[in-house]
């Protein structure tokens, strides 16, 4: 049974101060009761602690057998993942992916006129 339309978008900051109550907060229902999703779309703030929780949950609800991830992270919460190397661990996309060749300073390296 899905609960993600019954739980809405977490609200504020996702740093080292918050990530405690809400991984606490998570922690208090059986994995398999937990949200297929947490919807980070009303996220303004987050550090490396967000990753770190959000890895933790995964892995839980993974050993639970339950498919489990995070939407609508914020930008820079994208920018962090890359630069941390786990955009993939969370199914997210890589900076590297959303960006071509010919748009960054490597472009048109190694040619020759």
Known sequence: ???????PPLQGGL???DVPGVFANLRQQPV?????????????RADSSALAML??????ATAAGRAWG???PPEAL???ADLGGVSQLLDWPSLNETTTQT????????KTP
């Open 1 to 7: 049974m899905s609960t993600e339309a019954n739980t």
């Open 70 to 72: 995070a939407t609508n």
């Open 103 to 110: 748009d960054g300073p490597r472009a048109g390296k190694g």
């Open 32 to 44: 398999d009761q937990w949200p297929d999703a947490l919807d980070l779309s009303g996220i303004d």
């Open 15 to 17: 740093t080292m101060a």
């Open 78 to 80: 994208l920018t962090l």
């Open 55 to 60: 890895l933790t949950l995964k892995a839980q």
